[in-house]
Nanobody, 123 residues
Framework: VQLQASGGGLVQPGGSLRLSCAAS????????MGWFRQVPGKEREFVAG????????FYGDSVKGRFTISRDSAKNTVYLQMKNLKPEDTAVYYC?????????????????WGQGTLVTVSS
């Protein structure tokens, strides 16, 4: 199984980025997909999750109203559209796949992780 994340980079405060995660080797349509993020010295934090039926989405409190998760089953890809970025959004973002419902996601419930993509929000 591979989760290949991309789209990170340097952006100014207030800017936007879109992360992508291309999945291979797993039954994409049967997995809940999402994103976590982590900064050095802190625990990995839940950002967003999307159910395998795409009928529900969930967000961490710090990103609600600014980030949007979506998935394209034809491309086995999940996206994270990030708007109005803040310096505190700076982190390595990890794509995640799991069978537990994302409303209850924690690090210990994730079955597969991507390699991470760095997002830096700075002027």
């Amino acid at each position: 199984v591979q989760l290949q994340a991309s789209g990170g980079g340097l952006v100014q405060p207030g800017g936007s980025l879109r992360l992508s995660c291309a999945a291979s080797g797993l039954a994409f349509s049967r997995y809940n997909m999402g994103w976590f993020r982590q900064v050095p010295g802190k625990e990995r934090e839940f950002v967003a999750g999307n159910t395998w039926r795409s009928d529900s989405t969930f967000y961490g409190d710090s990103v609600k109203g600014r980030f949007t998760i979506s998935r394209d089953s034809a491309k086995n890809t999940v996206y994270l559209q990030m708007k109005n970025l803040k310096p505190e959004d700076t982190a390595v973002y990890y794509c995640a796949a799991g069978t537990i419902h994302p409303a209850n996601w924690a690090v210990r419930y994730i079955r597969y992780w991507g390699q991470g993509t760095l997002v830096t929000v700075s002027s």
